[in-house]
């Protein structure tokens, strides 16, 4: 049986940096590079390895090695500062570990890491997967346009 642990990235030395080319190689054309790059991802995620709580990252961990991440962090983009304080952020399982509920195992750990740490109302927003996050209770909170690009708010009271 395939076994996948849900871990705080504290507990996965050495991971940060896998973790950031991830995130930049799949979101990376969405930003400018001076201002989000691997170094700048790599150092954010070794700060979020020096804590357990927000902002923090969650690592799926399957066999020794990391399959998944999801963070959960202050603020996710500037321009929805205004929306909420609590965002789950850069839910990530790489492409051959996909459609195992590893993904909803990842949010699930950071709804519940919220709800550890008394977060009232927890945001997200995404570009196409709003299905997958109100399947796991997610409230589709309307459309929004960030930097030119379609995304859907949503909330969830963590519990
Ligand atoms: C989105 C992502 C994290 C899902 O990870 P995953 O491990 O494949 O997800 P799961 O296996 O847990 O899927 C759970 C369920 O959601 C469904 N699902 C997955 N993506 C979906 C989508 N876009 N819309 C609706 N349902 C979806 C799956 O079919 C599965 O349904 P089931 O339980 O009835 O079989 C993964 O595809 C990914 O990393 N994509 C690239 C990064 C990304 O887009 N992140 C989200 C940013 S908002």
Do not use: K
Not at 69 to 85: I, K, T, Y
Not at 100 to 125: D, N, Q, S, T, Y
Request: one cysteine or more; charged letters at 25%; aromatic letters at 8%.
């Amino acid at each position: 049986m395939i076994r996948v642990d849900i871990r705080p990235l504290a507990d996965c030395p050495g991971q940060a940096a896998r973790l950031a080319a991830w995130h930049v190689e799949h979101w990376g054309h969405f930003y400018d590079p001076a201002d989000w790059n691997l170094a700048l991802a790599t150092a954010e995620l070794e700060d979020h390895a020096s804590r357990r709580g927000r902002p923090t990252t969650l690592v799926a961990m399957q066999d020794e090695a990391a399959v998944g991440s999801v963070s959960l962090v202050d603020e996710d983009a500037p321009e929805f500062r205004g929306v909420g304080d609590a965002w789950l952020a850069s839910l990530f399982v790489l492409e051959q570990a996909r459609g195992r509920g590893i993904g909803a195992a990842l949010v699930r750990a950071c709804v519940a890491l919220a709800a550890r740490e008394r977060v009232p109302r927890l945001w997200l927003f995404t570009p196409e997967h709003v299905g997958f996050y109100a399947s796991l209770g997610w409230r589709d909170q309307g459309a929004a346009t960030l930097r030119g690009r379609s995304v859907h708010l949503m909330d969830i009271i963590p519990a």
